[in-house]
Nanobody, 126 residues
Framework: EVQLQASGGGLVQAGGSLRLSCAVSGFSLGDYAIGWFRQAPGKEREGVSH????????YYADSVRDRFTISSDYAKNTVYLQMNSVKPEDTAVYYC???????????????????WGKGTQVTVSS
């Protein structure tokens, strides 16, 4: 059974760091792309960062580029989102989701994903 579990959220001060984890099961990371999405209160869910398992290609939204880093640990079947220099604007529920194959990462969107899990809350205080 395919499952994704996001974890690692919490309360962090602006400028601090946090690492989110997306533990996946039921498929090989190499056959899927994993996307991190977030939804802030009153806003639509947006793509944050994605990684393609087959070749390791990555994508970052302009708002997080150079601050966040996405990576995959194939041995642990886990995708990480390292969040550095966080801002209050990063406050949101963060979700991870998967899509099979080798998609064009900038075109990934939530409703197009194959599987998804519960989100984890990230709150950045000022």
């Amino acid at each position: 059974e395919v499952q994704l579990q996001a974890s690692g959220g919490g309360l962090v001060q602006a400028g601090g760091s946090l690492r989110l984890s997306c533990a996946v099961s039921g498929f090989s990371l190499g056959d899927y792309a994993i996307g991190w999405f977030r939804q802030a209160p009153g806003k639509e869910r947006e793509g944050v960062s994605h990684i393609r398992g087959g070749d390791g290609a990555t994508y970052y939204a302009d708002s997080v580029r150079d601050r966040f880093t996405i990576s995959s640990d194939y041995a642990k079947n886990t995708v990480y989102l390292q969040m550095n220099s966080v801002k209050p604007e990063d406050t949101a529920v963060y979700y991870c989701a998967s899509i099979r194959g080798s998609p064009y990462l900038p075109m990934i969107y939530w409703d197009g994903m194959d599987y998804w899990g519960k989100g984890t809350q990230v709150t950045v205080s000022s």
